[in-house]
């Protein structure tokens, strides 16, 4: 059984350019949320999404958007990329509780 | 607002000595609780969680924590540390009910000398 996945596993972006990630979650999991990981610090949550809407959001710019398909995969679009925006990006998938909420291996994205 | 406290940024220990990370939280009620550990280059990994009942939990790999509600804390501890337990420490808080938003602190990152 297939965990969550996410790709690419590395993207290198220039500052101001716009960048796509994508996440399957683990079979029978309905909400997706993304987190973002700056080096040397614990992730930060950025929104989750459930039923293809946006159900909670953190403290990030409307720059951080997302999406979720009928099939429960996800996206994470950040544009207008800031050197900032350089992190690990984490996708966890759950069933709707905390019980079971799986973490994909990331996206490393480098803004130049 | 909650947070969650790891003290210890990073912490050096012996093959096979014993070993306990911190993690304080600040929430009005008990929340739930995780340890996440995550290698270098890699996604997290739940080594434990309590959500309610018995406060020592026993996790993978030979891990345990306990809560301490007057502590508001939940720390790691593992009584024999191998080698390969050498990773970043999460640990992470989650308020029920409300949307499964996990805050996570900053980590602590565990060097294992032979």
């Known amino acids: 059984d297939a965990g969550v996945t996410q790709s690419p596993t590395h993207l290198i972006k220039t500052r101001g350019q716009q960048v796509t990630l994508r ?4 079979s029978g999991h309905d909400t997706v949320s993304w987190y973002q990981q700056a080096l040397g610090q614990g992730p930060q949550f950025i929104f989750q999404y459930y039923e293809e809407e946006e159900r909670q959001r953190g403290n990030f710019p409307d720059r951080f958007s997302g999406h979720q398909f009928p099939n429960y995969s996800s996206e994470l679009n950040v544009n207008a990329l800031l050197l900032g925006d350089s992190a690990l990006y984490l996708c966890a998938s759950s ?9 994909g291996s990331g996206t490393r994205l480098t803004v130049v | 607002a909650q947070s969650v406290t ?26 739930y609780l995780f340890w996440y550990v995550q290698s270098p280059g890699q996604g997290l990994q739940l080594l434990l969680k309590y959500f309610s009942g018995d406060t020592l939990v026993q996790g993978i790999k030979g891990f345990e924590a306990e809560f301490k509600r007057s502590q508001s804390s939940f720390n790691l501890r593992k009584p024999s540390v191998h080698w390969s ?10 308020r029920p009910n409300t949307g499964n938003q996990f805050y996570f602190g900053t980590g602590t990152s565990l060097t294992v000398i032979p």
């Open chain 1, 95 to 103: 069933s709707g509780t905390a019980d079971g909420y799986t973490f």
């Open chain 2, 85 to 94: 337990d050498a990773a970043e420490y999460f640990c992470a808080v989650v």
């Open chain 2, 6 to 31: 790891q003290p210890d940024i990073h912490i050096t220990v012996s093959e096979g000595a014993s070993l306990e990370l911190r993690c304080n939280y600040s929430y009005g009620a008990t929340p």
């Open chain 1, 23 to 26: 996440c399957s979650p683990k």
